[in-house]
């Protein structure tokens, strides 16, 4: 489904985590502002992941589903296709007329 941007989403500064089933990692604290998404340390690197992805016993977690961070840049107004959408976590993986993909919030996502 074809969406429009109604705001720019600007990426974080800081490479993308890539996680697979079995991965360990550490995890830190939950997000304040993306309720499902708790912040983990790989081998590979530090990003949010969705916490229902993985089991937690204490301040580790194992993977249970693959899950990559990469967010998509993208300016308002630019068309978007959604290719997976989370709605438990408010973010859907998109793919730009470019080819690029990555995730992106739903508050900046609008019906095209």
Not at 2 to 23: N, Q, S
Request: aromatic share 8%; with cysteine; glycine share 10%.
């Amino acid at each position: 489904m074809r969406y429009v941007l109604t705001a720019d989403h600007e990426i974080p500064d800081r490479a993308p985590l890539a996680i697979k089933p079995g991965d360990v990692v550490q995890v830190g604290d939950w997000d304040t502002e993306w309720p499902a998404f708790i912040f983990v340390t790989a081998s590979r690197g530090t990003g949010w992941v969705p916490g229902r992805h993985l089991d937690i016993d204490g301040s580790v977690g194992t993977c249970r589903v693959a899950y990559d961070t990469t967010e998509l840049p993208a300016v308002a107004g630019e068309s978007v296709d959604v290719i997976e959408d989370d709605a438990e976590s408010g973010w859907s993986w998109c793919r730009n007329s470019g080819g690029r993909e990555g995730w992106i919030p739903h508050r900046v996502l609008t019906v095209a």
